[in-house]
T-cell receptor, first 112, second 109 residues
């Protein structure tokens, strides 16, 4: 089995600040994803990457940047944190040709 | 742009009863349909999935797919308190999985 590790678990930022979230997986999966979850509701796709150095925008990519410099890691940057923003950012991975996503425990973001 | 909606938003089910969850999608070219379950404070985890029209059963869980109606559902037989969670449907077909709005299920002992 494998594991997806997201750091940090909790992130408190200031309005306008640039914030970076990190994700590591040891499944050796090709595809990695970032989703945002608000108030325990559905997941919205921000970015995904089908291989190293590849980036694909999701429906919620505005206000975010992503980077996939290694197969095992995928980082997400909030380019300018919005006041009172609260959400959980979930990282996931899947094998090539596979449909099942394996999720990390999430990073909980609060912006003061 | 794929739209995936779930109903109801939340429900309370007595222990031992049947739980029925619905998911509608907008893209008729969708090829893959799945349900995920997320317990409070935990990561979402895949429950089961289906590709073709019809029904698939795994233990207490049954998934129905009707592509013509742009609808699929999850039924949980003999619901247990441990089934209390957020249930997310997901639809795929070329790009990344698109998830629904979620249904919160509470099973009362």
């Amino acid at each position: 089995g494998g594991i997806i590790t997201q750091t940090p678990k909790f992130l408190i930022g200031q309005e306008g600040q640039k914030l970076t979230l990190k994700c590591q997986q040891n499944f050796n999966h090709d595809t990695m994803y970032w989703y945002r979850q608000d108030s325990g509701k559905g997941l919205r796709l921000i970015y995904y990457s089908i291989t190293e150095n590849d980036l694909q925008k999701g429906d919620l990519s505005e206000g975010y940047d992503a980077s996939r410099e290694k197969k095992s890691s995928f980082s997400l940057t909030v380019t300018s944190a919005q006041k009172n923003e609260m959400a959980v950012f979930l990282c996931a991975s899947s094998p090539r040709g596979g449909n099942t996503l394996y999720f990390g425990a999430g990073t909980r973001l609060s912006v003061l | 742009q794929q739209k995936v909606q779930q109903s109801p938003e939340s429900l309370i089910v007595p222990e031992g009863a049947m739980t029925s969850l619905n998911c509608t999608f907008s893209d008729s070219a969708s090829q893959y349909f799945a349900w995920y379950r997320q317990h409070s404070g935990k990561a979402p985890k895949a429950l089961m999935s289906i590709f073709s029209n019809g029904e698939k059963e795994e233990g207490r869980f049954t998934i129905h797919l009707n592509k013509a109606s742009l609808h699929f559902s999850l039924h949980i037989r003999d619901s247990q308190p441990s089934d209390s969670a957020l249930y997310l449907c997901a639809v795929g077909g070329g790009r990344a999985l698109i998830f629904g709005t979620g249904t919160t299920v509470s099973v009362s002992p």
